[in-house]
T-cell receptor, first 115, second 108 residues
């Protein structure tokens, strides 16, 4: 089946630093990738839609300068949390849409802790 | 606006009992609905989607446009069904709107 990986699985950083999270579709070329944020015991909140070769589309209330998304290829999207603050601590999950079925496959998530 | 409501945060049943996880949606267009499941310490995975009309792991869900519902049902719950279940509504550009989820616990 289709597999989506994320790296790193967890990261701890100091306040003010930037952190990059990678999302890869391992065995398929994703038509679209998505980035979600999940707070403890809450649902997934869509942050942005990422398409290869074009600018990401951000959901209302998500700061594009804070959460930089780069979609370098059909199998790789990166999310960079810039100038991280403790309130950015969260679980970040990516998904990739497989062609033909248009099914979204999810990565395992990245736990970000900002000290 | 798109909205998905899962009214039950927690649902607890005994093994062998029927289970129904409720999902209601609000959408102006023709809806595409999904159920995703997240087992403990695992990633979110697709359980079923309404257009395929499949039965996965004994679960079924029927889209009721009149009641704007897509409830997930299983006649005989198993302990391994214990997990977090999310109902999701597909929109334009493959975007998904998730409900808040229902934590199902199946007791022995």
């Amino acid at each position: 089946g289709a597999v989506v990986s994320q790296h790193p699985s967890r990261v701890i950083c100091k306040s003010g630093t930037s952190v990059k999270i990678e999302c890869r579709s391992l065995d398929f070329q994703a038509t679209t990738m998505f980035w979600y944020r999940q707070f403890p015991k809450q649902s997934l909140m869509l942050m942005a839609t990422s398409n290869e070769g074009s600018k990401a589309t951000y959901e209302q209330g998500v700061e594009k300068d804070k959460f930089l998304i780069n979609h370098a290829s059909l199998t790789l999207s990166t999310l960079t949390v810039t100038s991280a603050h403790p309130e950015d601590s969260s679980f970040y999950i990516c998904s990739a849409t497989a062609p033909v079925t248009d099914t979204q496959y999810f990565g395992p998530g990245t736990r970000l802790t900002v000290l | 606006a798109q909205r998905v409501t899962q009214p039950e945060k927690l649902l607890s049943v005994f093994k062998g009992a029927p289970v129904e996880l409720k999902c209601n949606y609000s959408y102006s267009g023709s809806p595409e609905l999904f159920w995703y499941v997240q087992y403990s310490r695992q990633r979110l995975q697709l359980l079923l989607r309404h257009i395929s009309r499949e039965s996965i792991k004994g679960f079924t869900a029927d889209l009721n446009k009149g009641e704007t519902s897509f409830h997930l049902k299983k006649p005989f719950a198993q302990e391994e069904d214990s997990a977090m279940y999310y109902c999701a509504l597909g929109g334009s550009n493959y975007k998904l709107t998730f409900g808040k989820g229902t934590l199902l616990t199946v007791n022995p």
